[in-house]
């Protein structure tokens, strides 16, 4: 084929074309092929009309396309005597302005008849007409007759309630309601609600409808029914009424919740209970119950009681773990497999659970598979019991240790195949993470384990010679010591040759087989590989793509003809195309898939499937925290602009200075001096920024940030008012690395704070700063992000090191030059298995900010490093901690305000610093019984500001750092809101503080979000 040529729609939609027909160049194309690409481009639902001929000239074939593309929607309207009830509730899943072709207009169709269907008309049928030309979808209904209720009925005794209470419950209008499976639950759920009020448990309800429209109503509300428990489970440790320790026994027994009522759930209930006491170290409960008749006759009772008896036994503490008939294991080894955890009273104690006890069993299995004795067998687990404590005694039984001679795999040697990459897959066999240590030749490859146990010996993969096995390569692991057999580790073999075959491409990758025979020295394990094809792209046809283009679209899929079928990278195509953010669902799968197949489809033969979300969103919040103040926040983004996934963002963020609401400053203090950050901002962002200039030096994925704002800052005694623009590019490198270079501008002012009686003049003297600063400063940003939550995390850490420069060759001011590097890390560690004893928690911070022009001693005041307050140092108020300066106070005339001795009184300041050094460790930890919702904490924060770092201005040069001890408790509602209070180590432990520190302690609570410290 020489070339394709597409008539009757513009640039756009022959990219969507191009990717739909999967035809390559170069290749030739029979009819066949032809009429199959051209199904493809019809699948996408995006051209009322797609033809296609094949022509022959001189120099190859020409496929010709004459496309025509369906019309932008102009409107939809329902027609008919659709009721007006239901006229704006219509589940619309199109809009105008969209293209809707042919299948998304019947999906829309079917839409509309079922929802009609399920809302009381059981007959309604929808027809869809198109009006041309002003491309408008009529969908015409014909309801049909109602399925309505006629009348209501009752069967049963209803006693003590009348039959027109129970019918008058329903909440049915006999003529007026429909009958619908929404009403007939709840219904159902009216009457069940009333008889569990009632404590009625053991009521029975029933609902039916005959074909005349009658509604007959089954009662049984049986007797009043109480729940209580006996024995030792309710002893001294009864809580909340009829508690089971800090769980509520109608919690355990599934009456109150239950759509209705069986006897099964009576024993489910003692089933509960057992397994509650069990996970809390009461091995040996026992539980069951009985049913007691209060009032009336044991045939029809009136009110009966369900008792629950429970005899709880001794809750069991363990306190070792032996290991019996122990012969070939190292002691080392069987201590360490037999070591409880950390046992942390009385947040976490060592009960006898039975998750305690299979771990403890499976820790001792693993540790003997790990060297080699693939047949060792626990009897069964025996408690020596001493009062509360316990030992757990788990006798071995070895069997005989087996070691691995070599590993052989045979790769059929096929077009498409590395088998190198599968023979790398053999040091799995001995190593979790195996390294390679050197590749001798092209036929040897030297590996070395990172296990413990075999940490001085070499993995050796070679390829062997095998003129026996034609069209077969055969690889060969050895080791220059002894390997234990481990089946486990085989599965992880397995598991990366399976990976890989599957990133070639492999479709249905079939067992591999795997034979054991015995060697001169050990085991001799035989991997064989079979033949199989490998699934390549055919070609992508996509759907639902309206106002996206198709540069964006595809770019971002990246998925280009007789690729392989990777999973991996099929999934990293339907996110790439998620992250565009034009889209609330995208789904990418074969279309072999599709319910209907009217073309000869292939694995390869993929369709993307889109819907593309409203180009507007608006969002609206509160926040509030002790150093910026309260505020509310109003946003609204202009999603997918051009069709190519940028955003436009619109932001206003307006505190105290804005609101001045005094019910909302007294409800949300911030000490001594009101704050406040009110902003306006405009961002835009463009997630693939590569001008054409530029294409062959960007990366694919660049995105380009960019934003203009303007924020008012309310500080202690001063207003900080800042101008900025910013803009910069931002690469993702592999999954856990950001990194972002550009451009901030910024023209700074600061004045006294409105109702401040200071002067401006004496505000620059104290802090050294001129009235007006202009930053201009290039910036490089690197983030590396290994958390498993950034909104709560549990393990992994977080990097941030920022650079910036602002010299006055790029505009900054003569007296505002300066250098800075700003460097934050978090390391987080869980305790436990899923952090069940908790989070450990240490942040570091480390800033330098250097005055570069020789006009200057001093940063502005805008630039400088402050700490203190939530999300720095708890131990001390807002920007509090460092150096501060005095500033006269003045009255409401002007005049110096004198204290009785006649000498000026002083507020004071907090300059901030040229250095910064900040160290916060923290131990987060559930609170027994509420963990789920309330966690504590204990946390210990360290840190100071530098005024200066040279020898000017600042005695001492280095102050001592500050540090304060404190507690909080932890909320996860969403995002994590946290309260917290700390106090300085000298206050606690009665050391002389100086003025400063006394005055700017921690004087109230601090509130927070987030675990950003």
């Given at each position: 084929m020489l070339r394709i040529e597409i008539e009757g729609c513009g640039a756009d939609d022959q990219r969507y074309v191009r990717s739909a027909l999967g035809l390559t160049l170069g290749r030739s194309v029979d009819e066949a092929t032809l009429a199959h690409a051209l199904e493809a481009v019809r699948l996408t639902d995006r051209y009322r009309r797609v033809e296609g001929q094949r022509h022959r000239e001189a120099a190859g074939d020409v496929v010709r396309l004459a496309v025509e593309p369906w019309p932008v929607v102009r409107g939809m309207e329902l027609r008919g005597d659709l009721p007006s009830r239901l006229k704006d509730r219509a589940p619309w899943s199109i809009r105008k302005g969209q293209r809707i072709g042919a299948r998304r207009c019947e999906a829309q169709r079917v839409a509309l008849e079922s929802w009609l269907r399920t809302s009381g008309y059981p007959k309604a049928v929808v027809k869809v007409e198109r009006l041309e030309p002003d491309a408008r979808l009529i969908f015409q209904v014909a309801v049909g007759p109602p399925d309505a209720i006629q009348r209501l009925r009752l069967e049963g005794v209803p006693a003590p309630y009348r039959a027109d209470e129970l019918l008058e419950g329903l909440r049915l209008k006999p003529g007026a309601d429909l009958w619908t499976e929404t009403t007939r639950r709840e219904a159902l759920a009216r009457v069940r609600k009333r008889f569990v009020r009632d404590r009625r448990l053991f009521g029975t309800v029933e609902l039916d409808r005959s074909p005349e429209g009658t509604v007959t109503l089954k009662v049984a509300p049986g007797p009043v029914v109480r729940l209580a428990g006996e024995g030792s489970g309710f002893g001294a440790h009864r809580i909340l009424g009829r508690g089971l320790g800090w769980t509520r026994l109608k919690d355990l027994v599934p009456l109150v919740r239950a759509e209705r009522f069986s006897p099964e759930l009576l024993d489910e209930g003692a089933r509960r209970i057992t397994r509650t006491l069990r996970d809390r170290g009461y091995l040996d409960v026992a539980v069951d119950h009985r049913t007691e008749v209060l009032k009336g006759p044991a045939s029809a009772p009136q009110e009966v009681r369900v008792v629950y008896r429970i005899q709880r036994g001794p809750r069991l503490v363990l306190k070792s773990v032996?290991?019996?008939?122990?012969?070939?294991?190292?002691?080392?080894?069987?201590?360490?497999?037999?070591?409880?955890?950390?046992?942390?009273?009385?947040?976490?104690?060592?009960?006898?659970?039975?998750?305690?006890?299979?771990?403890?069993?499976?820790?001792?299995?693993?540790?003997?598979?790990?060297?080699?004795?693939?047949?060792?067998?626990?009897?069964?687990?025996?408690?020596?019991?001493?009062?509360?404590?316990?030992?757990?005694?788990?006798?071995?039984?070895?069997?005989?240790?087996?070691?691995?001679?070599?590993?052989?795999?045979?790769?059929?040697?096929?077009?498409?195949?590395?088998?190198?990459?599968?023979?790398?897959?053999?040091?799995?066999?001995?190593?979790?993470?195996?390294?390679?240590?050197?590749?001798?030749?092209?036929?040897?490859?030297?590996?070395?384990?990172?296990?413990?146990?075999?940490?001085?010996?070499?993995?050796?993969?070679?390829?062997?010679?095998?003129?026996?096995?034609?069209?077969?390569?055969?690889?060969?692991?050895?080791?220059?010591?002894?390997?234990?057999?481990?089946?486990?580790?085989?599965?992880?073999?397995?598991?990366?040759?399976?990976?890989?075959?599957?990133?070639?491409?492999?479709?249905?990758?079939?067992?591999?087989?795997?034979?054991?025979?015995?060697?001169?020295?050990?085991?001799?394990?035989?991997?064989?590989?079979?033949?199989?094809?490998?699934?390549?792209?055919?070609?992508?046809?996509?759907?639902?793509?309206?106002?996206?283009?198709?540069?964006?679209?595809?770019?971002?899929?990246?998925?280009?003809?007789?690729?392989?079928?990777?999973?991996?990278?099929?999934?990293?195509?339907?996110?790439?195309?998620?992250?565009?953010?034009?889209?609330?669902?995208?789904?990418?799968?074969?279309?072999?898939?599709?319910?209907?197949?009217?073309?000869?489809?292939?694995?390869?033969?993929?369709?993307?499937?889109?819907?593309?979300?409203?180009?507007?969103?608006?969002?609206?919040?509160?926040?509030?925290?002790?150093?910026?103040?309260?505020?509310?926040?109003?946003?609204?983004?202009?999603?997918?602009?051009?069709?190519?996934?940028?955003?436009?963002?619109?932001?206003?963020?307006?505190?105290?200075?804005?609101?001045?609401?005094?019910?909302?400053?007294?409800?949300?203090?911030?000490?001594?001096?009101?704050?406040?950050?009110?902003?306006?901002?405009?961002?835009?962002?463009?997630?693939?920024?590569?001008?054409?200039?530029?294409?062959?030096?960007?990366?694919?994925?660049?995105?380009?940030?960019?934003?203009?704002?303007?924020?008012?800052e309310r500080r202690s005694l001063y207003l900080l008012r800042r101008r900025r623009l910013m803009g910069g590019l931002e690469w993702q490198m592999g999954d856990h690395w950001h990194i972002q270079a550009g451009y901030r501008f910024e023209r700074s002012e600061v004045a006294a704070a409105p109702g401040v009686n200071i002067r401006d003049e004496d505000l620059a003297v104290v802090a050294r700063i001129p009235g007006r600063a202009v930053i201009s400063a290039p910036y490089l940003q690197v983030t590396r992000d290994l958390r498993d939550n950034p909104l709560d995390p549990t393990a992994g850490s977080f990097g941030v090191l920022r650079l910036e420069f602002a010299n006055q060759a790029f505009g900054t001011s003569s007296n505002s030059s300066f250098v800075k590097v700003d460097a934050r890390q978090q390391w987080h560690w869980p305790l436990g298995r899923r952090a069940n004893f908790g989070v450990v928690s240490l942040a570091l911070r480390a800033g330098v900010a250097r005055p570069t022009a020789s006009t200057s001693e001093e940063l502005p005041l805008a630039e400088r490093f402050f700490a203190g307050g939530p999300g720095s140092h708890r131990g001390v108020e807002p920007d509090a901690l460092g150096p501060r300066g005095a500033i006269p106070r003045l009255d409401d005339a002007g005049q110096p305000v004198l204290d009785d001795q006649g000498n000026p009184l002083f507020q004071y300041l907090p300059l901030g610093g040229q250095g910064l050094a900040l160290a916060s460790l923290e131990y987060r930890f559930p609170i027994p019984f509420l963990g789920s919702v309330v966690w504590g904490e204990v946390f210990v924060d360290s840190g100071q500001v530098y005024q200066n770092l040279s020898d000017v201005g600042q005695r001492p040069r280095w102050p001592p750092l500050r540090t304060a001890l404190g507690l909080g408790l932890i909320f996860k509602i969403g995002l994590p809101l946290k309260v917290e209070y700390a106090a300085d180590v000298k206050r606690i432990l009665g050391r002389p503080r100086t003025p400063a520190e006394r005055d700017t302690q921690l004087k109230s609570v601090l509130i927070s979000a987030g675990f950003q410290f």
């Open positions: 032996r290991a019996t008939k122990v012969q070939e294991l190292e002691t080392e080894a069987v201590r360490e497999a037999t070591a409880l955890p950390p046992s942390l009273p009385p947040l976490q104690t060592n009960y006898a659970t039975p998750s305690l006890l299979g771990s403890m069993e499976d820790r001792l299995l693993h540790a003997y598979r790990s060297r080699g004795y693939t047949d060792v067998r626990i009897g069964r687990p025996v408690l020596e019991r001493d009062g509360k404590d316990a030992t757990l005694v788990l006798e071995v039984r070895e069997g005989t240790r087996r070691t691995l001679e070599a590993v052989i795999l045979d790769v059929p040697d096929l077009p498409g195949w590395n088998p190198w990459e599968l023979a790398d897959q053999l040091p799995l066999a001995a190593a979790d993470r195996p390294f390679l240590e050197s590749i001798q030749g092209g036929r040897l490859r030297v590996y070395r384990s990172d296990r413990p146990e075999l940490a001085s010996q070499l993995l050796t993969v070679q390829e062997l010679e095998t003129p026996s096995k034609p069209g077969i390569r055969t690889f060969r692991l050895t080791s220059d010591g002894v390997l234990p057999l481990v089946r486990g580790d085989f599965a992880s073999v397995l598991a990366g040759v399976r990976q890989r075959l599957t990133s070639w491409g492999a479709l249905r990758p079939p067992s591999e087989t795997l034979r054991v025979e015995e060697g001169q020295s050990g085991a001799i394990v035989h991997i064989g590989i079979p033949v199989q094809p490998l699934g390549r792209v055919a070609r992508l046809m996509v759907q639902g793509a309206d106002a996206s283009r198709a540069r964006a679209v595809l770019r971002s899929a990246q998925l280009q003809p007789d690729e392989p079928l990777d999973p991996a990278r099929l999934a990293q195509a339907q996110a790439r195309v998620g992250n565009l953010g034009a889209f609330d669902r995208v789904d990418l799968f074969s279309a072999l898939e599709l319910e209907e197949t009217p073309g000869n489809w292939q694995e390869g033969d993929l369709v993307l499937s889109l819907r593309e979300r409203s180009p507007w969103v608006f969002s609206s919040g509160f926040g509030y925290d002790k150093s910026q103040g309260y505020h509310l926040g109003f946003g609204a983004q202009r999603l997918n602009l051009g069709g190519m996934g940028r955003t436009l963002d619109f932001g206003f963020r307006a505190g105290d200075a804005t609101i001045r609401n005094p019910t909302l400053r007294r409800w949300f203090p911030t000490g001594t001096y009101t704050r406040s950050v009110d902003m306006y901002s405009v961002g835009y962002s463009d997630p693939f920024f590569a001008p054409d200039v530029l294409s062959g030096l960007l990366p694919d994925q660049t995105q380009l940030l960019g934003e203009a704002a303007y924020i008012e």
